[in-house]
């Protein structure tokens, strides 16, 4: 049996603003968009990585929830209290300047990690936290 990571959610308050970050900064491309019952899911997904794609859907993307649940996630995602993904790189530092050059708010520059990982954060237009982790070089 093989089991394998095929998409991931990150709750977004904007679609357009994300799409300008993930597309345009990151470099992520557009999967699919889709709207549905007042709702849009967009999907997009790494080039080097056509079998895994993040989904960018509302802070709450279910139809029948309340409107008290619905003002709740938005407040979540506010405060930046969702969880966010983590991305590989082959170049943190470059990464890390890629991503600050194009506005990006930076939460953490390039450090080494002691779990051996050289890694930096960004928050996305949303809220939500991304680490750029490379393998530390030996």
Known sequence: MNIKLAQCFIAVDDHDKALAFYRDVLGLEVRNDVAFEGMR???????????????????????????????????????????????????????????????GEVLQEPIDQPYGVRDCAFRDPAGNMLRFTQPRKR
């Open 41 to 103: 899911w967009v999907t997009v997904g790494s080039p080097a990585q056509q079998d895994v794609e993040i989904v960018l859907e509302p802070p709450l993307a279910n139809p029948n929830a309340s409107p008290a649940d619905k003002r709740a996630m938005a407040e979540l995602l506010a405060k930046g209290m969702l969880r966010g993904v983590i991305f590989s790189t082959d170049d943190c530092d470059a990464t890390f300047e890629r991503i600050r050059s194009a506005g």
